[in-house]
C-alpha cells in the first residue's frame, strides 16, 4: 500500500517502511497495546510555526494518520504528532560546517546509543526519540504535553537557576 504524503515544505521524504518502524516504535515504545496491524494511512511533514529553528537544524510537524487494529480485531483511526528535527539542507555555509565536524551524525549516535542507556538510569532526561536515521530525527511533540522553549537567551541558566 502506498502512503499519501503532504509536504508543504522542502523537506525529507518518508519511505513506507521507514513510516511503519516510527508507528511501530512510538506504541512500543509508549506501552501501549501493540497493534495487531498498523498502517500509516498519510502524513504531513511542514514548518512549525510555532518553534525556533536552530542554528544548525530545521525544526518541523510530522503528523502521522494510522489505521490500527487491535487484537480483538477493533480498528482504530488515530492521528500522532511528532516532533521533527533535520540538517539544514538548504543553507549551504551551515551545511558545511555540519558536515565538517559531523555534527549531526554525533546527535544521531547520542539518540541511537548513548540516551538510551542512560535514560534506563535516569527516566525522561530527553524527549523520547522514535526514529533516529542520518537525515531525520523524530520525537515525541513536548509541546503536546505542554513544555514550551524557555523564554530568551538567559532563560535556562539564569542567576535563579544557578
Do not use: W
Not at 487484537?71 to 551545511?95: C, D, Y
Not at 565536524?101 to 535516569?122: D, H, T
Amino acid at each position: 500500500s502506498s502512503v499519501t504524503s503532504f509536504n508543504m515544505t522542502a523537506t525529507i521524504e518518508l519511505s513506507n517502511d521507514a513510516l511503519h518502524r516510527l508507528g511501530q516504535s512510538y506504541y512500543k515504545y509508549n506501552q501501549f497495546e501493540q497493534p495487531r496491524t498498523l498502517e500509516v494511512l498519510s502524513y504531513e511533514h511542514s514548518a512549525n510555526a510555532d518553534t525556533v529553528t536552530g542554528f544548525f537544524g530545521r525544526h518541523q510537524l510530522l503528523t502521522l494518520k494510522v489505521r490500527r487494529v487491535n487484537v480483538e480485531g477493533k480498528e482504530h483511526l488515530e492521528q500522532v504528532r511528532f516532533f521533527t528535527k533535520t540538517p539544514p539542507l538548504e543553507l549551504a555555509s551551515r551545511m558545511e560546517y555540519v558536515e565538517e565536524f559531523g555534527l549531526y551524525k554525533k546527535e544521531v549516535s547520542v539518540y541511537r546509543e548513548a540516551l538510551p542507556q542512560l535514560q534506563k538510569i535516569i527516566p525522561h532526561v530527553a524527549p523520547n526519540c522514535y526514529y533516529a536515521h542520518e537525515r531525520l530525527l523524530v520525537f515525541e511533540h513536548l509541546a503536546d504535553q505542554n513544555f514550551r522553549m524557555a523564554a530568551g537567551r538567559d532563560g535556562i541558566l539564569n542567576y535563579d537557576h544557578l
